[in-house]
Every structure is written in structure tokens, then in C-alpha cells.
């Protein structure tokens, strides 16, 4: 008898996660999943206080991941900044997902089969973290195509075709299944790539080409190859910012205060900032406006961020945050930022403009939630 396999989904402290929460409980309250959280002690208030709502609106507990044990004198950030001799995170060493966020997380699953599902947005164009490991597979319900690009590069390989047009064939028929066929059979080649194939199907028909991959993950070890039933493949949704946002209001959780913009006026004009990202206080990702928001609305938080700046470390490559405040410094961020939020206003009218922002500039810490 095979075991039970695991529905768990990860909550970053951010809109979008807490979102998929409320959307899984809501939409499919007889799967029982587990949540948890990664604590890296180096959160702002407002991702506790989220944390905390939800708890309240889910009627469960939300699982605390820690990197380090309980009795340690030091948080899991300051445990493993001691171990690599004060040398930060950035971009091109994110030793803090592997060790804060990563590792505790598959040592929380073990080798159990688990299905982990993911906030990623129907209007993002990222994929995500993927395991590694053959027994976490990772679903996206927000999205319109819900499998992984492993999954789909599985599934859409040339080699398959005959498997697949079996399973199309054995199938229910309906008005889509000609064109269906006919887009199966097609090879994959340099005019017509995997993207394409994958999308067309979609078009045609959602829950039909979600059928299908169901029917090919049974003949794999991926987790779902011994569901009987998987009820996101009848899932047509496609979830936006917009849709982000009201979901978090609706349900009574909230979004999390630091998404609420401040006003600031440079130059006799009048803009607003706000942090567009979950994750630790002093995340590398943040924009520079965001610095500057943590230094003038939490400055407790930056005087610590700037405590870690030393013997050449900083969290940006090209400026230290004792530079970034310099008033001038600061003047010329605004100025920048104002002239950025106008042009993007100028295209699409939003009241979350900073979230815009942040679809351009990269995710953080946020994505690694597997």
C-alpha cells in the first residue's frame, strides 16, 4: 500500500502566497494541506501579523520552519552570517534561500510524497523554484498551464506523441478532440517550439490537456502517479494582480501593511513608495526606493541592515547604505523613482504601482516557496 501522499503550500509572508492560502481553502477545503512558513528571524512585524491572519481564516496552525535549533543563542540568519565569516547574500550567492528557506523545507518533507503548491500569477512569466528531488512536484493553480516546465518538457517530448494520442483517443470525445490530435502529432522543431505547442493546447482547451498530463503522470513516479483523483485539473481559473489583491481583502486577512504606499513629495511633486516584496528586512532584491522607505519608515531596521555592512560586504554591488542615505543621495532616488512611476502610470493606471515595479526589476526571496 502506497503512502499518503502530501498536499503543502508555503507561505512567504507576501500577497501573493497568502492569496494561493485563501484560494486553496476556499476552492478545495477536502484537500487537506499542510502550510508552513520559513522563519529566518530577520521578517518585518507585518509578515507575523499576516502570518497570524491566516492562521485565524485557515483554522489551522501554520508549521514555523527554523534553520536552526531552538536552543541556539543565535536566529538562523545570524547563525549561518557567523559560519560564512560575515559574508552577505546577493544575487549570485543566495546562500541564504539554500540555508534558510530551502533546506528546511525538504528536511520538513523528508522523503515523503508531497505535492507543494505555488502563488505564482497568471500574469508572471517566471517558473520558480523545482525540486530537485523526484518526490516533490510542484503545481501552480493561479496559472493557466498549472504543471511544471519539467512536467511539460516530459510530456511535450517528440518521443511521446504515440502515448499521448493514446490517451487523447481514450478518452471522452468531444468538438475539441480533432484539433487536439492534430496539435499532439505535430513534432516539436524549430518552427514550432514547446511553447507553442503548450499554449496551443491550452487555448483549445484547458481541463481537456490537464486530462491528458494527469493520464501520463500515472506511468511516472512522479507524487500524482498514485492519485486516483486531482481536482485542480478542472481548474480553468487564471488568477491576476487584481484578483490577488481582492482575495486577501475579501477574506478578511488583509494585505500586508508595508504594500500600503506612503506619500513623500520631492521637488514640489508628490509620489508614494512602499515595499513590493516579502522576505527578510534587508533582502538584496529590494529596489533602492525600498531602502530608502525601510530607512525613513522602520529606521531601527536599517540601522540594523547597515550593522552587516563591514570589511568590504555590502548588500548592493554598487553602493553601501551608508552612501544611500546621504540626503542628495536620497533626493536623486525619489526623483528617479517619481519619473519611473509616471511613465508606468502612463500605461496601465494601478494603486499598486511599486508591485509593478517589482514584475520588472525581479522577485525575491517570495519565489523560493516551493
Known sequence: MSKKVRHVLGISGGKDSAALAIYMKKNYPNLDIEYYTSDTGKELQETYDLISNLETFLGKKITVLKAVNESSEDNSFDHFIKLFNGYLPSSNARWCTKKLK?????????????????????????????????????????????????????????????????????????????????????????????????????????????????????????????????????????????????????????????????????????????????????????????????????????????????????????????DIIKPERIAQIKEDHLKRTQRIAQNKKSPYLLDLLDDAEGEGCASCFI
Not at 117 to 130: A, F, H
Not at 132 to 146: A, D, E, G, T, V
Not at 178 to 185: A, D, G, H, P
Open 102 to 322: 530551502l533546506d528546511p523545507f525538504e528536511k520538513f518533507v523528508g522523503d515523503d510524497s508531497v505535492i507543494s503548491y505555488v502563488g505564482i500569477r497568471g500574469d508572471e512569466d517566471r517558473e520558480g523554484y523545482i525540486s530537485k528531488k523526484n518526490n516533490i512536484q510542484s503545481i501552480f493553480p493561479f496559472r493557466k498551464n498549472i504543471w511544471s516546465e519539467d512536467v511539460i518538457s516530459k510530456v511535450l517530448s517528440n518521443k511521446n506523441i504515440k502515448f499521448l494520442t493514446e490517451i487523447l483517443l481514450s478518452q471522452s470525445k468531444n468538438d475539441k478532440t480533432e484539433r487536439i490530435l492534430e496539435l499532439i502529432n505535430t513534432e516539436l522543431s524549430t518552427s514550432f517550439s514547446q511553447s507553442q505547442k503548450l499554449n496551443s493546447l491550452l487555448d483549445l482547451g484547458i481541463k481537456e490537456f490537464n486530462a491528458i498530463v494527469f493520464e501520463f503522470l500515472k506511468t511516472t513516479d512522479y507524487p500524482l502517479a498514485t492519485e486516483d483523483v486531482f481536482p485542480l485539473i478542472e481548474n480553468e481559473e487564471i488568477l491576476v494582480r487584481d484578483d490577488i489583491f481582492k482575495l486577501l481583502e475579501d477574506s478578511g486577512v488583509g494585505v500586508p501593511a508595508y504594500y500600503k504606499e506612503v506619500e513623500f513629495e520631492i521637488n514640489g511633486k508628490k509620489s508614494s513608495y512602499a515595499r513590493s516584496r516579502s522576505g527578510c528586512f534587508f533582502c538584496f532584491y529590494q529596489q533602492k526606493i525600498e531602502w530608502i522607505w525601510l530607512y525613513e519608515q522602520h529606521k531601527d531596521l536599517f540601522d540594523k541592515a547597515l550593522e552587516y555592512e563591514k570589511d568590504g560586504y555590502t548588500w548592493m554591488q554598487d553602493e553601501s547604505l551608508q
